[in-house]
């Protein structure tokens, strides 16, 4: 008993002196993303603010491959210090374990979470040419005409694959999906008429609106965007307590001391109230999410159960 008591003692001597010293060195945020993303954008915007705040440089490591999962896998078996850190969007956490047979990583034992960061919410666009210009329109349209509308993804699993996934089971309609490699190619067919619509972040596709290239149905946002006061959202068109939104936050790996947990959700969220970051949040048209690791915690857990029963009920999965 004495050694036990004793054993643990230590290790939490051991725990606090290592939260006192940190941060030692460089901090990486291991980015599952290629560099151009919007996830590496992000991370590149935070990394000087979090530098500043620390007094260590932030590195940035793109890891990319398979769904994130080889970032996940990385920094889910790099020493627990604190020094590196998962910048990464929902879908490793949220999606990834009911859409995937197998996955290199456990979301919830291999992981500290420690804040939200952002998120971008998407919009509902269509080919000028689609015959409805509502949601309501386009629920009758796919009644009418069930399985001959196609939608454009950015890839099986991927957050415009399911959030329309979604949007077809709420509203009793079936669509067609075509996957691409990546968003921009989806959307480029959907602005040259080869497929119908799609789900994509409204600040990539807002200037080519007001140019008239193409129409946003909805946004997929809980309320109208204070800016945009004249565009529904999708739960107006007859969905109730529909979303459709992407976000991004960060992750240490599992046994991180508590302590450099909350030092580091503090700074981060310090960094995120920064005036320059939110002109730049301004710009993407996205909103931060800054949360405690609580908080964050139980909105991966509600998001899990989400898209389980969308992946489910739409019968995905990947070997």
Do not use: C
């Not at 000087?48 to 491959?65: A, C, D, M, S």
């Amino acid at each position: 008993m004495r050694r036990s008591v004793v054993a643990l003692a230590l290790a939490f001597a051991a725990a606090d002196a290592q939260a006192q010293t940190f941060p030692a060195m460089p901090i990486t945020f291991v980015v599952p993303t290629a560099p151009g993303g919007a996830v590496d954008a992000l991370a590149r915007r935070l990394a000087p603010l979090l530098t500043e705040r620390l007094g260590q440089q932030v590195i940035i490591e793109n890891k990319t491959g398979a769904n994130t999962q080889i970032a996940a896998e990385f920094v889910a078996k790099a020493p627990p210090d604190g020094h590196t850190l998962l910048l990464g969007p929902d879908v490793t956490f949220t999606v990834n374990p009911h859409l995937y047979r197998k996955l290199s990583y456990d979301p919830i034992k291999d992981f500290a979470p420690i804040t939200g960061l952002t998120v971008l919410h998407q919009a509902l666009v269509a080919h000028p040419s689609l015959a409805a210009n509502t949601v309501p329109e386009l629920i009758a349209l796919a009644k009418a005409k069930p399985a001959s509308l196609n939608y454009g993804t950015f890839g099986l699993g991927s957050a415009g694959h399911l959030n329309m996934e979604a949007f077809s089971t709420a509203a009793g309609v079936t669509l067609v999906p075509v996957h691409y490699r990546g968003a921009a190619p989806a959307f480029n067919d959907v602005l040259a008429g080869h497929i119908g619509l799609m789900f994509v972040s409204f600040g990539s596709v807002v200037e080519n609106w007001k140019a008239g290239k193409v129409k946003v149905l909805a946004i997929g946002r809980a309320a109208r965007m204070p800016d945009y006061p004249d565009l529904p959202t999708v739960a107006e068109g007859g969905l109730p307590g529909f979303e459709a939104k992407s976000w991004f936050g960060l992750f240490a790996p599992a046994a991180t001391p508590r302590n450099i947990v909350a030092r580091i959700n503090t700074e981060m969220r310090g960094a995120l109230a920064d005036t320059s970051f939110r002109e730049f949040l301004d710009r993407q048209m996205m909103e931060t999410i800054a949360t405690s690791p609580e908080e964050y915690a139980e909105l991966i857990r509600s998001d899990s159960r989400k898209w389980g029963e969308v992946i489910n009920n739409a019968k995905l999965k990947i070997d």
